[in-house]
């Protein structure tokens, strides 16, 4: 059963979401998988030599979200400096995929704003491997792309989304062992500072403080999942 929790600051009503999931590195792949907890995802980790928690904080002095991959040592097989450098490399090259698809995305956005429709279909096509969710959307029952006039909108509310989604949140990717981050640029902090400007952060379920006002954090709404 997996679970997210909604907390509300009771001084500033800024709210944050903490979303109860894990990561796994795929033996076949030996790629990072990121698992919300089912018990379906929880059997498929069972046989992965590198088990961790993902954690999710908010810098209120720079505005950005950490995400911080917490390497479970009683459930992997690897060492700590071994560990480390597993998730550096597959969350490095699962960022530097992340980075592409941005610049892609701002791409297809210039090319709709001057409305060739033609261009529109061959870029999305030849650039297929970022836009699968989006081309999941424009293709039809028998596997033709739709008429593209009419999905427009569409197109133009998930680039909007995602570049803004990218711009303001995923920016710093951490890993912790212990008491200390590691950065994927092989930088070491300790646990309760940014890694991108160095203040002072909190966690939500650990001191259920807020990270933006420093105010007291209520839990508005928590919600189980089979």
Avoid: W
């Amino acid at each position: 059963m997996t679970h997210y929790t909604k907390y509300k600051c009771k001084k500033c009503d800024s709210t944050f979401v903490n979303y109860d999931q894990f990561f796994y590195l795929d033996p076949k792949t030996n790629e990072i998988n990121i698992e919300n907890r089912v018990l379906l995802a929880m059997e498929e980790s069972e046989s992965s030599p590198l088990v961790g928690n993902i954690i999710e904080t908010y810098c209120g002095n720079c505005n950005k979200r950490v995400i911080i991959y917490e390497i479970n040592p009683f459930e992997s097989r690897y060492g700590a400096c071994a560990s480390i450098n597993i998730l550096k490399n597959s969350l490095t090259r699962q960022h530097e995929f992340i980075l592409e698809k941005f610049k892609k995305a701002v791409e297809l956005n210039f090319i709709i704003s001057n409305k060739v429709e033609i261009d529109v279909y061959d870029f999305i096509l030849e650039n297929e491997k970022y836009f699968k969710e989006l081309l999941e959307e424009l293709i039809d029952s028998n596997g033709r792309l739709e008429n593209l006039k009419s999905k427009l909108n569409k197109i133009i509310i998930y680039l909007e989304y995602y570049i803004s989604t990218y711009i303001n949140s995923i920016t710093i990717i951490s890993i912790i062992y212990g008491s200390y981050f590691y950065t994927l640029n092989e930088e070491k902090f300790k646990r309760d500072i940014c890694p991108n400007c160095q203040k002072k952060i909190s966690y939500l379920t650990e001191d259920e403080i807020c990270p933006i006002c420093g105010g007291e954090l209520k839990i508005e709404d928590k919600v189980y999942l089979d």
